[in-house]
């Protein structure tokens, strides 16, 4: 018999010097209760950043200090900083409930359970901005005044400023409409619409699984729209059961599961009035996925990108808008995934700038005249910040020919905001301050970018920039002063530590840890927290949810470690999850917990983890697969447990196709070792769940009863895979905690 691996470490530095807490601020310890409270702990951490066309503003959505998951428009004078709200979503919202339809697109956006303004859009002129409240849509002036577009009892979903800012486009009742801005005139560009077929939004998997959350595609200047209409006809219908307090709603949901068929898709393009409407060629293969679609800057060729079932091929068309003809302008092709991209710009020249994982990492190269040009190149990646796909792009200055992207060039912990000349490419030059995890978005121009950035002792920030990386002016500079909402709290707050282990494969991996103040001969419990899925990177320099802080503060230590298979780190470590999910995540997991376990000031018989959605997974296979005394106790939220029953683009993408391979499915699940489970398990789960569906608990649940294995459990009525509400969220957290205290601490009620 084989040892237990057991991990090289290295230490990395810890975080900047956090702010020291001000004499005039009375100090308290922190609740569960105060964390999930409103004003937000955070600060007021904006959401939605954007900068006008022009530059001339800057707007954001911000919580309301009173209610803090209800956002409201505002806007900062990007030279004088002078702030002022624009839409107040409590004076012109209704409060009318919002269609099915519109709850499913903002979980797959996740904002499920956001109140007021979610989302925003600026017209292309820079005059207005389409505010969508409510299920209805709003046209928002600068000077305040608010023109309502729509009033109708049905949802108005997918909405657009059109391109050259005649129309706003929307679907409702399944089909595409427009209004004519100057004579406000509607018009249904669609009619097909109805039943099982869709038009001018996305299909679910693009939604939740492809960062794709549009069916519309408006040309330069309005001179044609491009449509998507799918018929979800062959896809397979399950009940979906929606357990609220008030009974159980139940709903006919098409889910694409694995190895099952996706919508029929189709494509097409017409004038901004409904007409000429001709049909894109997509192919031969119906059983394909529409993943991109843009436009070229003179709005003579529509951009597509074709993406094979098995994922493993990504065709880029370029599609005449008169005729529909369609020819392959390259293809990329792995032998594992093709990571969707985000990071694709068409010139004014005609050339196309591009994002691919062709070098074994993420990079970004030129397309001109048939020929590649590859603009950065390392060990290292163009960012991701999603789970789903990649966007590290940020702007073009076509002016001066530089491209603005984020990038982990200087650190695998930080995101940095870098430029380049893309025709006399060279060292990239970061412009961004080191110490941070920063984003970026910048004006059409590329001339000004808003900055958002926050390091594990700064909340959430943004600022205004130059080209240069120069900050211009705060936007929202959430200084802890006395003031802020953290202050009472500063003096517990302890700093994160980084280090690094070995896999067995040799592989780096990164964790975070946060200590108590260590007394000398005393061993600590570890809160070790994992999300463990591909596409995700979890230890960051970046602020933290203060429940972290909140356990620290009750004797825990904190813990996070990547493991093989997560983001930003280049396919040779990503890919070893490929047909292996619940296998060397779970491995390089233990890792981390063997290390602690070799610490002295570590329990090593009190070490609990807790994961949510895949990390409720991890918790699952993390007490299957390993042995009894490495873990103390697991919590597991919203677990998927049979993959099986997941969707198309997702699990495919990760196990193949269950027909045909089988075997990893077999493996990967998590219900037929369940009884293996010796270790005290948790398991929560909301009862209207559409994401990780509820049936995928109750199969754990049913293998765990029939077997006489003990468990506990917490279910959430109405809701779904986020659980939403400042009350249920600190129920979530009091009962962990409640349940580590009795099985790991030995606390009694």
């Known amino acids: ?228 209409c799918y018929d979800e006809a062959p896809v397979k219908t399950v009940t979906r059961a929606a357990i609220g307090a008030d009974g159980t709603k139940t709903f006919d949901q098409r889910y694409p599961a694995a190895g099952t ?103 970004l190269y030129r397309f001109a005249n048939g020929q590649w040009t590859r603009l950065t190149k390392g060990d290292w990646m163009v960012e991701t910040n999603g789970q789903s796909s990649h966007t590290g792009l940020i702007g073009v200055d076509e002016a001066h020919h530089r491209l603005f992207f984020a990038a982990n060039k200087d650190s695998v912990l930080e995101s940095q905001i870098y430029t380049i000349d893309y025709l006399n490419p060279g060292e990239p030059k970061r412009l961004t301050e080191s110490g941070y995890w920063n984003d970026a978005v910048m004006d059409q121009a590329g001339t000004h970018m808003l900055v958002s950035r926050s390091s594990p002792s700064q909340p959430p920030q943004v600022y205004l920039a130059d080209a240069t990386g120069k900050r211009l002016s705060w936007i929202e500079e959430n200084r802890l002063d006395a003031k802020h909402p953290y202050a009472p709290y500063l003096a517990a707050h302890r700093p994160v530590e980084y280090g690094t282990l070995k896999a067995e494969d040799g592989s780096t ?5 946060i200590t108590p103040k260590l007394e000398a001969g005393k061993r600590y419990p570890v809160f070790f927290e994992h999300y463990g899925g591909p596409g995700a990177q979890q230890v960051k320099r970046s602020w933290m949810s203060p429940m972290a802080q909140y356990w620290v503060s009750k004797g825990w230590i904190y813990f996070q470690i990547d493991n093989r298979g997560s983001a930003n780190r280049g396919t040779a470590f990503e890919d070893q999850i490929y047909h292996a999910m619940g296998t060397v995540e779970v491995a390089d997991q233990a890792t981390g917990a063997r290390w602690l376990q070799s610490q002295n000031f570590v329990d090593p018989k009190k ?97 765990l009863q029939e077997t006489d294995t003990p468990f506990d459990m917490m279910l959430y009525v109405g809701q779904t895979h986020h659980i939403a509400g400042e009350g249920r969220q600190a129920h979530v957290q009091k009962t962990i905690e409640t349940f580590l205290d009795e099985k790991v601490l030995g606390k009694a009620d």
Request: net charge negative.
């Open 261 to 363: 068929p996706n919508v029929i898709a189709s494509l097409s393009v017409m004038s901004a009035d409904g007409s000429h409407r001709v049909k894109v060629d997509l192919g031969s293969d119906p059983d394909t996925y529409i993943a991109r679609v843009d436009w070229s800057a003179a709005g003579k060729t529509l951009y597509v990108q074709r993406e094979s079932r098995d994922q493993k091929t990504l065709d880029m068309l370029a599609v005449d808008p008169a005729t529909g003809a369609a020819k392959v302008l390259f293809a990329e092709t792995s032998k594992t995934w093709i990571k969707l991209t985000d990071d694709f710009r068409p010139l004014k020249d005609g050339s196309l700038i591009w994002g691919s994982q062709r070098s074994g990492f993420m990079h």
């Open 607 to 703: 070490i609990a983890i807790f994961g949510w959605s895949y990390g409720g997974y991890m918790t699952l296979k993390m007490l299957e697969k390993t042995p009894t005394g490495l873990y103390a106790a697991g919590v597991s939220g919203a677990p998927v447990t049979k993959w099986e029953m997941y969707d198309t683009h997702y699990t495919e993408r990760y196990l193949g196709n269950p027909a045909t391979d089988p075997k990893t499915y077999d493996s990967s699940d998590a219900v037929a070792d369940a009884p293996s489970i010796r270790t005290p398990m948790l398991l929560m789960h909301g009862l209207s769940d559409d994401n990780v569906v509820f049936e995928n608990s109750a199969a754990l649940i049913n293998r």
């Open 1 to 228: 018999m084989r040892l237990p691996f057991l991990a090289s470490v290295s230490l990395l530095a810890t975080t900047a010097a956090f702010a020291a807490p001000l004499p005039s601020v009375p100090q308290k310890p922190l609740t569960i209760d105060r964390i999930f409270a409103s004003p937000s702990l955070s600060g007021p951490t904006p959401r939605g950043v954007k900068l006008s066309p022009d530059g001339k503003l800057a707007t954001l959505l911000k919580p309301r200090a009173d209610e803090r998951e209800r956002y409201d428009l505002w806007a900062v004078d990007t030279k004088t900083g002078a702030e002022r709200m624009l839409v107040d979503s409590k004076k012109i919202g209704t409060g009318a409930e919002l269609s099915e339809a519109e709850k499913m697109r903002r979980e797959r956006a996740r904002v499920g359970g956001t109140k007021g303004i979610v989302d925003y859009a600026w017209a292309p002129d820079g005059k207005s901005i389409l505010v969508p409240i409510d299920g209805d849509l709003y046209l928002a002036k600068l000077d305040g005044s608010v023109r309502r577009l729509t009033d109708t009892p049905q949802s108005e979903i997918d909405a657009h400023v059109s391109a050259g800012g005649g129309y706003v486009s929307f679907v409702r009742d399944q089909n595409l409409f427009a209004i004519d801005l100057k004579t406000g005139t509607e018009k249904a560009l669609t009619k097909e619409g109805g039943g099982t077929v869709t038009c001018g939004t996305a299909e679910f998997v693009a939604q939740e699984e492809m960062d794709r959350d549009t069916g519309t595609w408006w040309s330069p200047g309005d001179a044609h729209v491009a449509v998507e």
């Open 509 to 513: 991996l990164y964790y975070e840890m």
